[in-house]
Every structure is written in C-alpha cells, then in structure tokens.
C-alpha cells in the first residue's frame, strides 16, 4: 500500500496564480483532511471530508476549495495565490471519525 | 480556533535520559494522539489515546489522557539518537470531526 499520498512535494506559485494541490489514499479511509503547518503554529486544519461528496470547513478555510468526488481522491484549490499562503500542506486520512490519521509527506509551497 | 498548550517547546537531551512532555487545553476531549515528526516528513501516529485516565504504551513510549480530560502526557524512556524529533500532540471535543493540533515539542538528543 502507498498509504496517502501528496503531490507536489514541492511548489513555487506567483501572486494571484491558481493551482491545486492533490491527494490520494489507498487504504479506503472515509474521513480526509487538509492541513497546513507554519513554523510556531502547529497544524491548523484547513478543510475535512467525512465521505464522498461531503466536504467542511476547518479552522482556516478561507482561500481554499476542496471537493470528494472518490473515495480515494481529495484535492486541494488555491483560487488565486497569495504570500499569507506560503507553508507546508498535509493531507491525512483515517478510517473513522476520531481514529489516528495516516499522513502524506506534505507539499512545501511559496507564493512570491 | 482552539489552542493546546505543549510543553516544553524545545528540549535539548543526553541519550539515555527520560523525557517527559504534556499538551493542555481549556476544553475537554474525548480523543488524545500523540505524533512524531521528523524532518521533511508527515508526523506519524505514536499513541491514540480514548479515556480519561488511560495509560497506553508503544515500546519505550508511554502517553496518559490527564484525569480532567484537559490535558495528556507522554513520556519517552531511555532515550535514543533517532528520538530526536517533533511530538504533537491532538485532541478532538466530542462534537464534531475536527482535531486540533498542539503547537510541538522540539526534541534534541545528544549522544
């Protein structure tokens, strides 16, 4: 099994540019999640989804879409880039609701 | 957004020595993880912990859901060179889906 995983490892975006972050999981967990890790902050969750075609806000949404159309697929959307943006990005994945998650190797981002 | 409180933030050891670290909140959880983090990487589940007062080990590792349910502990024995790492600790309320992350415990081992 890959477990979860997050492509790009590693991205350069400038102001205003669009891109979107993917995820995939193997291991037909329901529950997925986005987060992004600043230095001094710890993780802050960003988006979660309990199912296919069931998404919600976490503590810091704004900026980004998501949507579950698989199981297995979780993308992540920047709309229109910007410096605040610039972090690390896990993808987590758990079989049920309050279970350990299973993350991905994260994807660095910079927006100039 | 919620705020769990790790401590210590940094820890500078010698190999061998225990480690003793804690998260705490001001709500209640019903839900304790505990993770590690090594450089370049996505922190990996060390110990999930589901009732107040529970005592759970993985090896040299021992974690404790705190009796208030505000706060939990890990505690590392023994330690070794590939310890070194960040712990996080995570609690989830009992309403909703959502964890939240504490802010990590920086740990340095000196051979």
Known sequence: NAGVTQTPKFQVLKTGQSMTLQCAQDMNHEYMSWYRQDPGMGLRLIHYSVGAGITDQGEVPNGYNVSRSTTEDFPLRLLSAAPSQTSVYFCASSYRVGGGYTFGSGTRLTVV | GQQLNQSPQSMFI???????????SSSIFNTWLWYK???????????????????????????????????????????????????????????????????????????
Do not use: H, W
């Not at chain 2, 349910?69 to 889906?97: E, H, M, W």
């Open chain 2, 37 to 111: 983090q090594d450089p370049g990487e996505g922190p990996v589940l060390l110990i999930a912990l589901y009732k107040a007062g529970e005592l759970t080990s993985n090896g040299r590792l021992t974690a404790q859901f705190g009796i208030t349910r505000k706060d939990s502990f890990l505690n590392i024995s023994a330690s070794i060179p590939s310890d070194v790492g960040i712990y996080f600790c995570a609690g989830q309320r009992n309403t909703g889906n959502q964890f939240y992350f504490g802010t990590g415990t920086s740990l340095t081992v000196i051979p």
């Open chain 2, 14 to 24: 010698q190999e061998g020595e225990d480690v003793s670290m804690n998260c705490t």
